[in-house]
């Protein structure tokens, strides 16, 4: 499998390379690690995938790959790559897959902290809290598109099948 990644977001391409190789290890994956920092290096990460016959793509998290889910979708169906990323806009626009923590949850925690700072706590005496809803999408076209037969446990499983 191969795993696209911006190097110049040191922090979150540190992390998921980390947690990434660790998985993979785990399940007996060889997995290649590509950069991609600006939009010309996004085409060549792609033609790179094709180049290594990588099984899937996996798009790491950060600004820009985030910023650049319509393109990077786009690709993934031109290069007919199966690809999972973090955001439903992605599915939204052509990709395979997203899984990843709810942004409404995130939001809905983040909400709360600002509620009891607005109340008097001290932010330093607050817990440190995350959101714990995972939320998947599935977008059923691309995997046909792809010949991916999507097991009926995973579809019913899904929070979206987008079609």
Same mark, same amino acid.
């Given at each position: 499998?191969? +795993?696209?990644?911006? =190097?110049?977001?040191? @922090?979150? =391409? ?10 993979? /290890? ?20 792609? #033609? #790179? +995938?094709? /180049? $290594?016959?990588? !099984? ?19 690709? *993934? &169906?031109?290069? *007919? +790559? ?7 806009? %992605?599915? =939204?626009?052509? @990709?395979?897959?997203?899984?990843? !923590? ?9 909400? $709360? ?6 109340? @008097?706590?001290?932010?330093? =005496?607050?817990? +440190? /809290? /995350? @959101?714990? #809803? $995972?939320?998947? %999408? $599935?977008?059923?076209?691309?995997? #046909?598109?792809?010949?991916?037969? &999507? ?6 499983? *899904? ?5």
């Amino acid at each position: 499998m191969a +795993v696209l990644v911006d =190097a110049n977001d040191p @922090g979150t =391409a540190d992390i998921t390379t980390r947690e990434l190789q660790v998985a993979a /290890q785990s399940l007996g994956l060889r997995t290649h690690f590509l950069n991609a920092s600006t939009e010309r290096d996004l085409d060549a990460a792609f #033609k #790179k +995938v094709a /180049q $290594i016959e990588a !099984g899937g793509l996996v798009i790491g998290a950060g600004v820009f790959l985030a910023s650049r889910s319509k393109q990077l979708a786009a690709l *993934a &169906v031109r290069h *007919a +790559v199966p690809t999972v990323f973090e955001s439903r806009e %992605f599915v =939204a626009s052509g @990709g395979l897959a997203s899984y990843s !923590g709810s942004l409404a949850d995130s939001y809905r925690l983040t909400g $709360i902290y600002a509620g009891r700072v607005l109340k @008097g706590e001290r932010p330093g =005496a607050l817990p +440190v /809290q /995350q @959101g714990t #809803k $995972i939320e998947l %999408f $599935i977008n059923l076209k691309t995997a #046909k598109a792809l010949g991916i037969t &999507v097991p009926p446990p995973l579809s019913a499983r *899904a929070d979206e099948l987008i079609e």
